[in-house]
């Protein structure tokens, strides 16, 4: 019996009759077991998140259903605010266009008699009554009792004014013009109607003011008025009824109008809580205040509170031409009342099915667990084969590929090789595993792939790399090294793809030498025919490789733009030599033949290899940014970036670099030339990076040669 016990104290429980395959087998089940419990909460944590996600997914909607219905209203009651403006100033302005008026008036005002005594005057006086009392603007009768001899005054009415603000005719009980009216008098002089704003007027009512312009007949905008038609009226019910909107049913939704003064803003019509106009004010600084949230950002909508500390969702907007902001607004409680219930029943119903689904998934696996360990010694035992199948699959795979595949871990050893992968070592794939990088490559070579693996597996990125290996003869190889996600059994490791490419990478550089060779020579050829530019060309692809990298672009567009430079006066070969060394002025036929060489320099290289757009460039040269140029008219982006660059290049060096007939030009003129140039002639982008370049990068030391003048050419 102690035997026994012995023998099974490294394995089991004493006691106990399961094997040690048994007890891993019976550890890894409770181990899924405790993961799909942790899988099934997690489930539910996330589920939970995203019914609180929908929930305020949908109050999201519903606070912009609001907004477009507040912004409706907002709309409609600022312009119905507006338009009653323009009605007031429409009265004033009939009576400052009324001939009869303008000539009564301008008489009157000249003729020192006082109006009232006067026909004219009479007239006029008659006319103000009746449009006042038609428009809104008559006064009620006052009802305090004065002195027989101060007329008494009202609240409203229209009266007539002389250049001076003196008032020469007035209806019945006109208040006289209130303090700081001479500012309105002093726009409407300017020749367009002005506004009072909204003011305590007498009695402390609140007291709107309008002032149009007076001309004599005949006579309109641009000339001097000869007075002023005004009217004062009180700011009641006939405008802010204007506020109120037709077949409001809610309780809280409120229409009010608010402006800046100062650090306050001022309440200007009356308030749901029976607060008078202007008697509110509140600091512009109080938190979260819906009248400062309005005047701020005039058709912005939030939530904020209102003057009465209630939540509220607002919006607001700016009545053009006064400083005025409409504020629209509802309490939270009520707009949001049904959908905060609706989505809590929502919320509701959704947690109750959320655990119910848990409940029922709780039980179902509990009864699965007990058939899955009955099956898991079989599923055990196929699953081997079919690992052990699948391996040799892929090796058969593998080894049939001329490139060498591997997977490595973060120690460089192997996990598996095909034969590719042995690296002349000698070994076989299978006695690979478990050796290093090191072992099998050497320290420094294995070292620059260990860092690339490292590299990957912690970013859990792939990277490509090309590196030269030491030998005789040294060879170019070319990897990919990819992540590969870790296990319970396999560490996070890498998967190296690695293929010789030294054949095409010495392919590639006599291409690269054959090409170059060509350029010479054809470069040599045009230098001899037209030896006054002899290094014209290899200067602009000079100038032309400088501007692309300071533009930041590629290497492609970096070689087009030096093969281009170079070659873009080969079609000068067609150029007959009088006119190359000719040092008069150029015909226009002989213009035409140099200009056209450029084009035929593309159709010379326009079936020639070179991997790069160099044809399609030197066509372009003579295009220009705006359309005008030759041969195809191209403009803008349809000129290709290689195109404009050596074309700004081009005219670069031909300024800077003398000529027979003239001087070399100093490199700051040419600048400007170039500038006067960008956005016409030029993509202004190459003018800018040349000139960074020659002022910032010592492009002007580089270049300074340029300016020499080369030795006549024998001859």
Do not use: C
């Not at 008489?107 to 009746?130: D, I, V």
């Not at 006054?532 to 567009?557: F, I, L």
């Amino acid at each position: 019996m102690a035997n026994n016990t012995e023998q099974t104290t490294d394995s089991a429980p004493v006691g106990s009759a399961e094997s040690p395959e048994e007890a891993r087998e019976a550890r890894t089940a409770r181990l899924k077991m405790a993961a799909i419990a942790g899988a099934l909460g997690l489930v539910a944590v996330i589920g939970v998140a995203l019914v609180f996600h929908f929930v305020n997914q949908e109050r999201e909607r519903e606070l912009q259903n609001w907004q477009v219905r507040l912004g409706i209203v907002a709309d409609s009651r600022a312009a119905d605010v507006r338009r009653w403006l323009d009605e007031q100033f429409d009265v004033l302005s009939g009576l400052a266009d009324n001939a009869s008026l303008q000539l009564y008036a301008m008489g009157l005002m000249g003729s020192g008699e006082s109006a009232e005594e006067t026909m004219e005057g009479g007239y006029l006086r008659n006319l103000l009554e009746a449009t006042a009392q038609q428009s809104g603007f008559a006064a009620e009768i006052p009802e305090q009792t004065v002195n027989a001899n101060i007329a008494p005054s009202g609240k409203a009415g229209l009266a007539i004014l002389d250049p001076r603000g003196s008032i020469l005719l007035a209806t019945r009980f006109m208040p006289p013009p209130p303090e700081g009216f001479a500012t309105v008098l002093a726009q409407a002089a300017e020749g367009r109607p002005a506004l009072y704003d909204i003011r305590p007027g007498a009695g402390g009512a609140p007291t709107i003011g309008f002032a149009v312009p007076l001309f004599a007949v005949q006579e309109g905008a641009g000339s001097e008025p000869i007075g002023f038609v005004v009217g004062l009226r009180p700011a009641d019910k006939a405008l802010f009824s204007r506020l109120r909107q037709p077949g409001e049913t809610s309780r809280t939704a409120q229409s009010y109008l608010v402006r800046a003064r100062g650090a306050v803003a001022e309440y200007l019509s009356p308030l749901a809580d029976g607060t008078a106009p202007l008697q509110k004010t509140m600091a512009l600084d109080t938190a979260d205040l819906a009248a400062a949230f309005a005047l701020k950002s005039p058709g912005g909508f939030g939530i904020r509170r209102d003057y009465a500390s209630a939540e509220v969702l607002v919006t607001g907007r700016a009545i053009a031409g006064t400083p005025w902001t409409l504020v629209r607004s509802i309490a939270t409680s009520e707009a949001l009342a049904a959908t905060d219930q609706r989505l809590r029943t929502l919320l509701i119903v959704f947690l109750v099915v959320i655990a119910a689904v848990l409940v029922g998934a709780i039980a179902l696996w509990r009864h699965g667990t007990s058939m899955r360990f009955a099956q898991m010694a079989a599923r055990h035992k196929v699953a081997a084969e079919k690992l052990s199948n699948y391996m040799k699959f892929m090796r058969v795979v593998t080894d049939g590929q001329p490139t060498a595949i591997a997977a490595v871990d973060r120690e460089g050893r192997y996990t598996f090789a095909n034969k590719g992968a042995t690296w002349q070592s000698g070994l076989e794939p299978e006695q690979m595993l478990g050796k290093t990088l090191v072992d099998v490559m050497g320290p420094f070579q294995a070292k620059k792939f260990m860092d690339l693996n490292e590299e990957v597996i912690d970013r859990g990125q792939p990277r490509s790399s090309v590196q030269t290996l030491e030998g005789a003869p040294p060879r170019i190889v070319k990897s990919e090294h990819i992540p590969l996600a870790g296990d319970r059994d396999h560490p996070p490791s890498a998967l190296m793809v690695i293929e010789d490419i030294t054949e095409l990478m010495d392919e590639r550089a006599k291409r690269e030498s054959t090409m170059r060779d060509l350029v010479s020579t054809l470069v040599s050829l045009v230098d001899s025919r037209d030896p006054y530019s002899a290094n014209h060309s290899a200067r602009v692809a000079q100038v032309a490789s400088a501007v692309a990298q300071e533009m930041g672009e590629d290497d492609q567009v970096v070689q087009t733009v030096d093969i281009a430079g170079n070659l873009m006066n080969l079609g000068k070969v067609l150029v007959p030599t009088e006119i190359l060394t000719k040092t008069e002025r150029l015909t226009d036929e002989e213009m035409r033949i140099v200009r056209d060489s450029m084009v035929k320099t593309a159709d010379l290289l326009g079936h020639i290899a070179f991997d790069l757009p160099v044809s399609p460039t030197l066509r372009q040269l003579q295009e220009r940014w705006d359309g005008a140029g030759y041969p195809d008219g191209l403009s803008g982006e349809q000129i290709i970036v290689g195109a404009r660059i050596v074309a700004v290049a081009n005219a670069f060096v031909s300024m800077v670099s003398p000529r027979s007939f003239r001087a070399a030009m100093p490199f700051a003129k040419a600048s400007s030339i170039l500038l006067e140039d960008a956005g016409t002639r030029f993509d202004r982008r190459p003018i800018a990076a040349l000139i960074n370049y020659v002022e910032n990068r010592d492009g002007a030391a580089q270049w300074a040669h340029f300016a020499e003048i080369p030795e006549t050419p024998a001859g």
